[in-house]
T-cell receptor, first 111, second 115 residues
Framework: GDSVTQMEGPVTLSEEAFLTINCTYTATGYPSLFWYVQYPGEGLQLLLKATKADDKGSNKGFEATYRKETTSFHLEKGSVQVSDSAVYFCALKNSGYALNFGKGTSLLVTP | DGGITQSPKYLFRKEGQNVTLSCEQNLNHDAMYWYRQDPGQGLRLIYYSQIVNDFQKGDIAEGYSVSREKKESFPLTVTSAQKNPTAFYLC??????????????FGPGTRLTVL
């Protein structure tokens, strides 16, 4: 079946550091891919998305490129801020009805 | 403002009690979902509904029940048969179940604690 694998956290970075959170997937066909962010005690917010190979999703300085050849959708940001501290979830949507989530990666950014 | 509301934010239950979590959306979405979140385990699907008066079990439906009598509402009942109900519960909706990009929009969640 479909699955998503994310790098385990927590990831701790200093402010203005470069961020990469790895995400790889296993799926048949051509799934849509998503990154969601969850701040403490809140629900999930859609951060960015991509629907086909080589698409780049971007939002609030975050970027991710849909790489079919490596089945990856790594999240990147050039300069993180303390306010980026949160849990980040990679997810895919295939022919079924629900999203298939990774386990989440916790990010802590220190001043 | 369009969005998804969940209530209550915090809920405490004694063992053996049934409790119902509310989820309402005004996005005019056809599909709605319930997920359970446990620390370090990501989100797991409990139930989903593509249209009014229809719903299907997800991966962990045992001990839960739902109804979909109105398009806007998808309440979740946690029954006494659920062995370990303490968790964070998230409701979501999408424009449709299978077509389109499939992005889902989430409510703020309900934290259920069994005393």
């Amino acid at each position: 079946g479909d699955s998503v694998t994310q790098m385990e956290g927590p990831v701790t970075l200093s402010e203005e550091a470069f961020l990469t959170i790895n995400c790889t997937y296993t799926a048949t066909g051509y799934p849509s891919l998503f990154w969601y962010v969850q701040y403490p005690g809140e629900g999930l917010q859609l951060l960015l998305k991509a629907t086909k190979a080589d698409d780049k999703g971007s939002n609030k300085g975050f970027e991710a490129t849909y790489r079919k050849e490596t089945t990856s959708f790594h999240l990147e940001k050039g300069s993180v801020q303390v306010s980026d501290s949160a849990v980040y979830f990679c997810a895919l949507k295939n022919s079924g009805y629900a999203l298939n989530f990774g386990k989440g990666t916790s990010l802590l950014v220190t001043p | 403002d369009g969005g998804i509301t969940q209530s209550p934010k915090y809920l405490f239950r004694k063992e053996g009690q049934n409790v119902t979590l509310s989820c309402e959306q005004n996005l005019n979405h056809d599909a709605m979902y319930w997920y359970r979140q446990d620390p370090g385990q990501g989100l797991r699907l409990i139930y989903y509904s593509q249209i009014v008066n229809d719903f299907q079990k997800g991966d962990i439906a045992e001990g839960y029940s739902v109804s979909r009598e109105k398009k806007e509402s998808f309440p979740l009942t946690v029954t006494s048969a659920q062995k370990n109900p303490t968790a964070f519960y998230l409701c979501a909706s999408s424009l449709s179940g299978t077509s389109g990009m499939g992005e889902q929009f989430f409510g703020p969640g309900t934290r259920l604690t069994v005393l």
